[in-house]
């Protein structure tokens, strides 16, 4: 089992950047894929990015390509998304999730990770 824990969100300018992170605790970070996924007011959570288990295959929504950066340092067990260029439609609570895996997979459905953070709240302001 992980447990994971968000952190870094905040309220920001549209235009703004913002860093959020994630450290896992638990078994080994390097066996799970990771991925991040955001529910804005009244919306149904979405995908955001996944990253594979050793870092080397991201994955986005066509919303946030070119603007977030999904990335993880194995050794410090944490994945982390970089956030540039923010804009109000990107105000939701992030969460980052886990998923157990041998492959070198990219998840991008909700129901494909096992476990979740608490969230966290980023506010872009117009």
């Known amino acids: 089992q992980v447990q994971l824990v968000e952190s870094g969100g905040g309220l920001v300018q549209a235009g703004g950047s913002l860093t959020v992170s994630c450290p896992a605790s638990g078994r080994t970070f390097s066996n799970y894929a990771m991925g991040w996924f955001r529910q804005g007011p009244g919306k149904e959570r979405e995908f955001v990015a996944a990253?594979?288990?050793?870092?080397?295959?991201?994955y986005y929504t066509e919303s946030v390509k070119g603007r977030f950066t999904i990335s993880r340092d194995n050794a410090k067990n944490t994945v982390y998304l970089q956030m540039n260029s923010l804009r109000p439609e990107d105000t939701a609570v992030y969460y980052c999730?886990?998923?157990?895996?041998?492959?070198?997979?990219?998840?991008?459905?909700?129901?494909?990770?096992?476990?979740w953070g608490q969230g966290t709240q980023v506010t872009v302001s117009s």
């Open positions: 990253i594979s288990r050793s870092g080397g295959r991201t």
């Open positions: 999730a886990a998923k157990l895996t041998i492959e070198p997979v990219l998840l991008t459905r909700a129901n494909d990770y096992d476990y």
